[in-house]
């Protein structure tokens, strides 16, 4: 049958605007926090699935000494640690980005999803560069595919938070909004994952015989960034502050001189 204009109308309003409508934050976090568990778990098996050394090897090859058994799986021990910091501290940005939302829309629930499917393929990225531990073209490639899923992983969850900013009165806290005290913080702390993986990426390109050392060095040097970003953005804000109240202060000097001067003095 024909449908009426109204109906017409309403359908097409409703696919319209089906992206801002809102979305539950609760299951939003409760998905992503699942997602982020179940990833650290596959990371974890797999270290231990072919990283600990057999106890006849460790008898016959290495005299009985495990320490030394187990500094020849090294490179991947490295890898596990630096993929499991790289899962630990998306899921902390990821946890402050909602700790400063108050209503989630369905744009930012679809942005969410991809980023958690780069957050599924970190197991694989630790899988790629634990293997490839021999300097050649395979374990180029393997640290450029950690750094490309790094990048979309995080790269997504800073398009949630430029999503949140569009609608800032309805989504986001007063503290965290353009302007707030949390606001150049938080920009930084998403920027820096995909800025750093980015930039690994490329160095890799260019310095193909650093590659592993470059690639283990971003992550082991990202935590510490993280804390310095903290010092530098308050540093930063103090120091901007500071300016505006001397040059308001001057202002403030300039008007109380103009209003003790005579009126001929003022004319002339």
């Known amino acids: 049958g024909q449908r009426r ?14 992206l801002s409508e809102p979305l539950s ?23 231990c699935e072919d990283n600990v050394p057999d106890p006849r090897e460790v008898e016959e090859k290495f005299h009985g000494s495990l320490l030394e058994a187990l500094s020849e799986y090294g490179p991947n021990y490295l890898a596990y640690f630096g993929s499991f910091v790289t899962i630990g501290l998306l899921w902390f940005v990821h946890h402050s980005l909602f700790l400063y939302v108050t209503k989630a829309t369905r744009l930012m629930g679809l942005l969410n999803i991809l980023s958690l499917a780069f957050i599924g393929g970190l197991p694989l990225a630790y899988q790629l560069t634990s293997e ?3 300097k050649s073209h395979n374990e180029i ?22 999503t949140a900013l569009l609608n800032e009165e309805e989504t986001l806290h007063a503290f965290a909004r353009y302007g707030g005290k949390e606001h150049a913080f938080m920009f930084a702390k998403l920027a820096l994952y995909p800025c750093v993986s980015l930039g690994a990426f490329f160095l890799t390109c260019l310095l193909s015989e650093f590659s592993t050392t470059i690639f283990h060095l971003m992550q082991i040097v ?9 010092i530098f ?20 000097l300039l008007e109380e001189e103009e209003a003790c001067l005579s009126p001929n003095e003022t004319l002339s």
Do not use: N
């Not at 953005?233 to 403030?252: F, N, Y």
């Open 25 to 47: 934050k609760e299951r939003v976090e409760a998905f992503s926090d699942g997602v982020y568990a179940i990833v650290a778990t596959l990371l974890i098996l797999d270290i």
């Open 132 to 134: 490839f531990a021999e």
């Open 141 to 162: 490639e393997a640290i450029q595919v950690s750094c490309v899923i790094t990048f979309f992983a995080s790269i997504f969850q800073f398009a949630i938070w430029t």
């Open 233 to 252: 953005v308050r540093i930063s804000l103090t120091a901007i502050k500071s300016v505006m109240s001397l040059s308001r202060r001057k202002v403030v």
């Open 222 to 230: 990202i935590p510490f960034a993280f804390l310095a970003l903290r």
């Open 5 to 18: 204009e109204g109906e017409e109308h309403h359908s097409l309003e409703t696919f319209t605007f089906y």
